[in-house]
């Protein structure tokens, strides 16, 4: 699952982060409103957790322009205003929940557990693209009557390229997306990830490939 987290305090935002991706959430992260609503607006996300108190646009703004773009992520609104009317401001602005400060992590996971259970099967047992397709719950690619198993990081790559399949992505965006916004993976260990993933498209014969132009990486039909 691809989670967005919208929040101006670094280290709670890392700490979010981090607890995430121990969970085998897939995260990116903004500090200000503005950063977040963007990000929100251009790229496709499962679930936002979204911070009420923030500079430049602050979460009731960022949710109410969302929903006025009939963006329906489901949002977790964070605060640490615990009043009713806080709360019912929060929902009515768009939210689908609300959480306040402060929380246990099991709290928030339970939160995204729930939340995705409501919205009907936001995870999906699997993507495709041209030939391809991706089994969420085995980790296997397949093409036509082969398959083939990826460890963790193959897996959240291939994933990433086929949410995004012909767009080009960056390589600090596949950082963020398959080690984490925490991680100090070299650039370089990407071009080994996309060596062996070329292969494994080559060995299941597919019609796929990944290009890469100025730095960036795209999925794309031959």
């Not at 602050?58 to 806080?86: F, H, W, Y």
């Not at 009515?92 to 995204?112: I, N, R, V, W």
């Not at 767009?167 to 600090?172: C, E, P, R, T, V």
Request: hydrophobic share 35%.
């Amino acid at each position: 699952m691809n989670v967005l987290i919208i929040e101006d305090d670094e280290n709670l935002s890392k700490a979010l982060a981090y607890i995430l991706e121990e969970n085998d959430y897939r995260v990116e992260v903004a500090n200000d409103g503005e950063e977040g609503f963007n990000l929100a607006s251009s790229k496709n996300y499962d679930v936002i957790v979204l911070d009420r108190m923030m500079p430049k646009m602050d979460g009731i703004t960022v949710c109410e322009k969302l929903r006025k773009q009939n963006n329906n992520i489901p949002i977790i609104m964070l605060t640490a205003r615990d009043s009713v009317e806080d709360k019912i401001k929060g929902l009515d602005s768009g939210a689908d929940d609300y959480m306040t400060k402060p929380f246990a992590p099991q709290e928030l996971l339970a939160h995204l557990n729930a939340i995705t259970r409501r919205k009907g099967g936001i995870i999906q047992a699997s993507c495709k693209f041209a030939d391809l397709e991706l089994n969420t719950d085995e980790k296997n690619l397949i093409c036509g009557d082969q398959s083939i198993s990826l460890d963790k990081q193959e897996f959240t790559l291939i994933k990433t390229l086929i949410d995004n399949s012909n767009q080009a992505i960056s390589k600090d965006e596949i950082v963020n997306k398959v080690w984490g916004s925490n991680s100090y993976v070299g650039k370089n260990n990407i071009d080994s990830y996309i060596t062996f993933m070329q292969k494994k498209l080559k060995y299941l014969n597919s019609k796929c490939e990944i290009v890469q132009n100025h730095g960036n990486y795209k999925l794309r039909e031959k």
